[in-house]
């Protein structure tokens, strides 16, 4: 289910004056489960095969690789959302 960034940028405004905690609140909404970090994943970067596995992701188990590509393609849409927002305002 692809989120409502706009929804999520003014949900963010309405309990923060700063954009100090866009990390923690983004990080608040991703997929716990690994069915729902599949599809997640599935839907907003596509198939998980076609990951590269970097030095820096030996040892790490697949499913929180696929967690950190969902977190900053959320960061990067959320940021796109707050702009927007910003403009308009």
């Known amino acids: 289910m692809r989120k ?4 999520e940028v003014k949900e963010y405004k309405e309990h923060y004056d700063n954009d100090d905690g866009i990390h923690e609140y983004i990080d608040g909404l991703l997929p716990v489960y ?3 970090i599949y599809q997640t994943y599935h839907d907003e970067i596509g198939t998980p095969l076609n990951i590269e596995i970097e030095e820096y992701h030996v040892g790490l188990e697949f499913w929180r690789i696929m967690v950190a590509h969902i977190f ?3 960061v ?3 940021l796109e959302a707050w702009h927007e ?3 308009e305002e």
């Open 4 to 7: 409502d960034w706009q929804k």
């Open 34 to 36: 690994f069915g729902d």
């Open 72 to 74: 900053d393609s959320y």
């Open 76 to 78: 990067e849409k959320f």
């Open 85 to 87: 927002l910003e403009e």
